[in-house]
């Protein structure tokens, strides 16, 4: 599995503490599946996913995880739509809170898209100079804009 849905699991476990009432089933049923995920039970997972997805469409970190689970267990054709409704989210929550730059940046790496995350990290740099998410991410441009290892851009 690869290591971007994984780190949605502590992200979950944060967003559970931040919802409305009418969210708690969403948050409830990702909570399960970030717990199945790390228990190694991606099966569960994928179906406790889809589900949160389909009961909240909007959440970026879902459709993540679900589109990473989809890629690792079926392949890229499965993920697209979930990976490009997540980016069409993240576009505009990006430019709602500069501090979600280094999610959208991240997908557009996941997605092969280096050339257009690194326009949005400059862009972001000149923009919010002071930002600490902008700083980190310049830091680890090296790690973040690897190559990948087995050469067809997964």
Do not use: W
Request: charged residues 30%; aromatic residues 8%.
């Amino acid at each position: 599995m690869n290591a971007f849905p994984r780190c949605l699991v502590l992200l979950l476990a944060f967003a559970a503490y931040s919802c409305s009432p009418g969210e708690d089933e969403a948050v409830v049923i990702a909570s399960k599946a970030s717990y199945a995920m790390s228990d190694g039970n991606i099966y569960e997972a994928r179906r406790l996913f889809q589900k949160a997805t389909e009961l909240r469409p909007e959440v970026f970190e879902y459709r993540v995880a679900l589109a990473g689970l989809l890629r690792d267990m079926e392949g890229k054709e499965q993920a697209s739509p979930h990976y490009v409704k997540a980016l069409e989210i993240i576009e505009v929550e990006s430019q709602q809170n500069h501090e979600r730059v280094d999610e959208h940046i991240m997908l557009l790496v996941e997605l092969g898209r280096q050339d257009e995350a690194k326009e949005l990290l400059n862009e972001r740099r000149e923009r919010f100079p002071d930002s600490e998410t902008v700083r980190l991410l310049l830091d680890n441009q090296e790690i973040l804009f690897r190559p990948a290892e087995n050469g067809d851009g997964e």
